[in-house]
């Protein structure tokens, strides 16, 4: 084992594109020399492969960040590869490295790849090592008093702001070595996260948007001194850049949430002194949000199959209506709501939305259209650019009934009103409608209401140049309440049929259109990592006989365990998705493990490994047009 300096490390970048406070990043910077390394492997993306916007987000922060790097003293090796394994594998022979480092991942398609890779690695005899730099609190530091996992918000949150836990950040590397050692890399436009037919219609996203870790800062000064005392206020309101708009650099890990945190604190403990009673509040409500984005993460460590099923089980029977044509008119904003149709403009013109324009969209969706709730989460995911997996996956179990504490199932808001309640003078709705610019406040909302002579006035023809109501408001509340009920026989029918069917498995029944739902968990390791530690990523797993609560008043020791292992002696079997076996079984590994040199052994397993390793082939299939 080489002492602290001789090392030379891999630092894999992946959704932690900055300098500062960068645990990874700055880990191997102290221990020695480093190859920083972006690899792309759209194989491994699979459905979740990123949308245009976010794939030229990703490309500008890669832009920058690799600028930041060399000025420090390395460069930033951009990689495509056809496995995120065999492009590890390829530095570490490359470079001689004896240790690969990154910052953890929750999403459920990296906890699987980044678990495979640290343990096939560490079977190599590479040690790796993970860090925290995306949460202020690990997935696996907040359980209930009986250890299980919290479901409700905010029980998680309370919990979380009481474990007096200050989030420690670190500062940047004042430089970096490079590592020696030529790998094969590729440029940024080999990379290929932009079409040559994306380029010109991208670049006018450049016009409203400027990615990159140096801006995630100026962009977090600039909320903290003019938009936070407000923010309590201001959020509601849609027309005007009342939140922070930082998502797509959280998102991309360009800055930290830690540094986000100790800046709000800061603030609030200047608030306080003075007293100014309006900014603590809108401090905590700012909290609160950043308290959201900790829980969506949290939400997929623990139940790992959310991005398919609904936490609760409630959805399994409900009978999604799956109309292609309702669902074309939602994504190009062609419904005859105007507020929804605003929202879904938006979205296509600049990748982002506000948050309340989010909910209005997403409900209007499930419970107007009653089109399955993955439909619109993979939407927002081919759309937004700060597309973000857990984020995208709580919004929609919120709206849609799937979460204890999120909006009731049956709960259906008027368009209409919400249109008058959030943008009540209509400007919304004219920057987006154009076609409505001239028609009188009165009726934005609801155009189909107003006096012919008044719609001819405004240049508006209902049916031509803007759509009439896809559906009557009060049909489809109807709708909604006769799918409730169908659903609740259904599922008393089948509770009939299984006795009291308290083992059912979660599934959403999205039609015939919906593929069939994987139920994920990971493999217990066999062998300790070797380059396990506390701080390390934690994997989750599901019980097979633990059961999500079916409706939404059960108690929290009713909830699905913390479940961070398997019961001893429990097999893989049809639940299992990824098994850390390769197909020979578990390779063996070499005494020892952590030599600071690769050993003739070791290397020549990572020349079979690299040939072999292909992990990506089975995963969350979502149908295509879901
Ligand atoms: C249906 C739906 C889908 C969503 N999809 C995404 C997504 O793909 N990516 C994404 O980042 N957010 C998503 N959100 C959450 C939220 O709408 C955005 O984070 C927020 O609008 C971003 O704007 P902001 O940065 O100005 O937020 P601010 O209000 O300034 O909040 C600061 C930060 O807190 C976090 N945050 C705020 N609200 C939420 C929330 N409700 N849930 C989780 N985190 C939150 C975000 O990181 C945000 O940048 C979704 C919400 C809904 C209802």
């Known amino acids: 084992m080489g002492t602290s300096g001789d090392y030379k490390t891999i630092v894999w970048f992946r959704r932690d594109l900055r300098i500062e406070d960068n645990p990874a990043l700055s880990a191997a910077a102290r221990d020695g020399s480093v190859l920083a390394v972006f690899i792309w492997c759209p ?5 979740f492969y990123p949308g245009r916007v976010s794939r030229w987000w990703l490309k500008q922060s890669l832009i920058q960040l690799g600028h930041s790097l060399k000025t ?10 056809q496995s995120t394994m065999s492009a590890l594998i390829e530095c570490i022979s490359a470079t001689g490295a004896n240790k690969v480092v990154f910052n953890q991942l929750y999403d459920p398609v990296s906890l699987v790849r980044d678990h495979v890779i640290k343990q096939k690695l560490g079977e190599l ?4 090592q993970t860090y925290n730099a995306d949460l202020l609190y690990e997935p696996w530091e907040v359980y209930n008093d009986e250890g299980y996992a919290f479901t409700t918000f905010d029980a998680y949150w309370d919990t979380c ?5 200050d989030p420690i ?6 430089k970096l070595v490079q590592a020696r050692g030529s790998v094969e890399d590729c440029t940024i436009e080999e990379l290929g996260l932009e079409d040559d037919s994306e380029k010109s219609s991208n670049a006018l996203l450049g016009r409203a948007w400027t990615p990159g870790w140096i801006h995630a800062e100026k962009a977090l000064t600039n909320f903290i001194e003019n938009h936070l005392l407000d923010y309590a206020n201001d959020r509601q309101k849609v027309t005007d850049s009342s939140t922070s708009i930082l998502s797509p650099y959280i998102h991309f890990g360009e800055i930290s949430i830690r540094k986000v945190y100790h800046s709000v604190i800061m ?31 949290y939400i997929c460590f623990n139940f790992p199959f959310t991005h398919e099923k609904s936490l609760l089980s409630n959805l399994k029977y409900f009978p999604w209506e799956g109309n292609q044509s309702h669902f074309k008119s939602w994504r190009q904003g062609r419904t005859g709501y105007p507020l929804v149709d605003a929202g879904m403009r938006e979205l296509w013109a600049t990748g982002w939305l506000h948050n309340k324009i989010r909910v209005i969209t997403a409900s209007f969706l499930v419970k107007c259209l009653l089109l399955p709730w993955q439909w619109g989460m993979k939407y927002f995911w081919d759309t937004l ?11 929609w179990q919120y709206i ?16 209409e009103v919400q249109g008058f309640k959030f943008d009540p003078k209509g400007e919304y709705v004219r920057q987006w409608l154009p076609e409505l610019s001239r028609v009188p406040t009165e009726w934005i909302h609801h155009p189909w209401n107003a006096p012919l002579s008044v719609l001819q006035a405004a240049g508006v023809e209902l049916g031509l140049n803007y759509p009439k109501p896809i559906i009557d408001i009060e049909i489809a509340r109807d709708r909604l309440t006769s799918a409730i009920l169908q659903m609740k026989e259904k599922e008393s029918a089948s509770k009939q049929d299984n006795g009291e069917g308290t083992n059912e498995v979660v599934v959403d029944n999205c039609g015939p259109e919906n593929p069939p739902i994987p139920k994920v968990f990971l493999r217990k390791e066999k062998k300790p990592c070797p380059s396990s530690s506390s701080n390390d990523q934690k994997v989750p797993s599901m019980h097979k006989d633990v059961t999500v609560p079916n409706n939404n008043n059960y108690n929290n020791d009713r909830k699905r365990s913390k479940g961070l292992e398997l019961e001893e002696g429990q097999e893989p079997d049809e639940y299992n998705l990824h098994d850390c076996k390769t197909g020979s079984g578990y390779l063996e590994t070499d005494d020892d493990l952590c030599s600071t040199a690769v050993s003739s052994s070791a290397s020549k397993k990572l020349k079979q490994a690299a040939g072999t390793s292909n992990f990506g082939s089975s995963s969350f299939p979502i149908k295509e047009n879901c």
Request: with cysteine.
């Open 161 to 165: 702001l009481k474990m007096q836990k």
């Open 125 to 128: 005899g590479v040690p790796v």
């Open 43 to 47: 194989k491994e993306e699979q459905q």
């Open 400 to 415: 849609s009934g799937s979460l204890p504490d999120g909006h009731e199932l049956h709960r259906l808001d008027s368009p």
């Open 72 to 81: 420090l003293g390395a460069d930033l090796v951009l990689m495509k590869a």
């Open 267 to 297: 603030k609030q403990i200047l608030w306080a002194k003075q007293p100014n009673h309006p900014g603590e509040t809108s401090v905590t409500c700012f909290l609160k949000s950043i308290g959201l984005r900790e829980y969506s993460r």
């Open 169 to 174: 950040m670190r500062l940047p590397p004042r």
């Open 385 to 395: 650019l700060d597309a973000d997996l857990e984020c995208d996956i709580l919004g």
